[in-house]
């Protein structure tokens, strides 16, 4: 039983599609996830130290020594442990929860806390499925599509910089970079404003 309730709306498997440096938060990577049936995508930006495990698994690179999440892996799998799913269930003022599900010898399911690029970078590990909801995606795609109506309408002057370089992530990962070379000069503008104070 999850100890919060998850979203309503049919459960959708999404795939990992790519991993780049963020243009918004050096050092910092987005992971995007994408529904295959609607090609609909989801961007997440998560540190080095995540992106790097998962692109070591993606990439199908060997370590000389185990990263973190290969010794967790091996750790589960001495104790007969399996990664059964990973499942984004919520995203709260641009941070996205997960839950990592583990099944047992017994067939018993463990439901455990995690922040998504940790529970992704086991599943990759697993080939285990990776799950979001219907009605997160939805909110994830009407939130970018508004903001880019308004981009059209010439208000994104009143956003913050930190809003604007959230969305311009979320602009890039759809690919729209005609509403991110207009996001960039207005935060490079705003930059230059705040260089020259």
């Keep these: 039983m999850a100890a919060h309730p998850y979203p309503a709306g049919e459960k959708r498997e999404v795939l990992v599609i790519a991993l780049a440096p963020s243009e918004t938060q050096p050092g910092n990577y987005t992971l995007i996830l994408e529904e295959p049936e609607s090609r609909r995508r989801i961007p997440l930006i998560i540190g080095g130290f995540e992106a790097q495990a998962i692109a070591v698994t993606m990439e199908q690179m060997q370590p000389l020594r185990p990263l973190t999440h290969d010794l ?22 641009g941070v996205f929860y ?34 979001t909801f219907d009605s ?37 990962a759809k690919e729209d970079f005609e509403s991110a070379l207009r996001i960039r000069d207005i935060i490079d503008r705003r930059r230059g404003m705040q260089g020259q104070v």
């Design 98 to 131: 997960a839950d990592l599900y583990l099944r047992q010898a017994d067939g018993t399911l463990l439901q455990v806390d995690a922040r998504p690029s940790d529970a992704i970078a086991l599943a990759v590990r697993a080939q285990a499925p990776v799950y």
């Design 136 to 172: 997160l995606i939805e909110a994830v795609a009407i939130w970018v599509e508004s903001l880019q109506t308004r981009t059209k309408k010439g208000s994104l002057e009143a956003y913050s910089l930190a809003e604007l370089e959230e969305l311009l992530a979320r602009v890039i």
């Design 72 to 93: 967790f892996r091996q750790t589960l799998d001495a104790l007969g442990v399996k990664v059964a799913e990973v499942v984004i269930h919520s995203m709260q003022e």
